[in-house]
């Protein structure tokens, strides 16, 4: 099947479940679900997961600070901070290019201090990717970080 | 089973969570047997009640996964809550006052 038909689909199943629990009463009223972006998530192709996200024309700035180690010993968790210069962000996502998902955070945010950091694996050397959105423009910056031991399990 | 955590919360807007939770992929494998994937899909942050974090995870995340945010304008005293679901639908919960 059309990979793209078979993500639609899903799309539309997950809303249509969505309605059948709001109906049932599972849902309170008012209660909204961000609905995992499994088309972003499930993406195995960087192009594939910025499109997913509304980041393909996402800008080059040196706004956003991407702070990893040069060389990550340990694959399987390697510290990332984020921060980014920018008022009013309102999305921040984080991508390591080489996972065999690439996509790994998708934050909707609000009153944001400039500043994440977190905790990721990955595969094998690569750029780890932060996507910023804010007043209704996509920016981006990268870091490579070079992994000795992969930590995907792949 | 619930999920649980540690949190933490500091009148400087910091909040800083760390969540136990295995954050499997699905492509690991154990004796060339793959692990099933079971990760924290979903994560909500909420100041006093207003939502400032909503996000979304994947399997990427590291074990036991962390997360440090600074939010704008937090004062002592600020009520903070992380509401955690998994791709297995259990979900864990915290709270913590800024301090």
């Not at chain 1, 899903?10 to 008012?30: H, R």
């Not at chain 1, 996972?99 to 990955?122: E, H, Q, S, W, Y």
């Not at chain 2, 919360?9 to 136990?20: E, F, H, T």
């Not at chain 2, 793959?34 to 399997?59: S, Y």
Request: proline share 4%; hydrophobic share 45%.
């Amino acid at each position: 099947m059309n990979a793209l038909r078979r993500n639609v689909l899903k799309g539309t199943a997950g809303v249509g479940a969505l309605s059948v629990a709001a109906a049932a009463g599972l849902l309170k009223p008012g209660q909204v679900l961000a609905d995992w972006n499994q088309a972003a998530f499930d993406a195995k192709k960087v192009p594939d997961a910025l499109a997913a996200i509304g980041a393909s024309s996402a800008a080059n700035t040196d706004n956003i600070i991407v702070k990893a180690p040069d060389i990550a010993e340990n694959g399987a968790s390697v510290p990332i901070e984020v921060t980014v210069n920018m008022p009013d962000v309102d999305s921040i996502y984080i991508l390591a290019e080489k996972n065999v998902f690439p996509l790994i955070v998708d934050f909707k945010v609000t009153d944001f201090g400039g500043f994440m950091a977190t905790r990721i694996k990955m595969a094998q050397t690569a750029d780890v990717r932060v996507i910023a959105k804010a007043g209704g423009k996509v920016w981006t910056a990268a870091k490579e970080v070079k992994v000795t031991i992969g930590g995907c399990g792949g | 089973m619930a999920i649980s955590m540690k949190l933490r919360a500091g009148s400087d807007g910091s909040i800083k969570a760390l969540i136990s939770h295995p954050s499997e992929n699905g492509l690991r494998k154990v004796n060339g047997v793959p692990v099933p994937a079971l990760f924290i899909k979903d994560i909500k942050v909420t100041v006093n009640g207003k939502v400032v974090v909503d996000g979304e995870w994947g399997g990427g995340m590291a074990k036991d996964p962390y997360l440090n945010i600074k939010i704008k304008g937090m004062k002592a005293g600020d009520k903070v809550a992380v509401n955690v679901k998994d791709s297995s639908g259990d979900t864990g919960s915290s709270e913590a006052t800024a301090a």
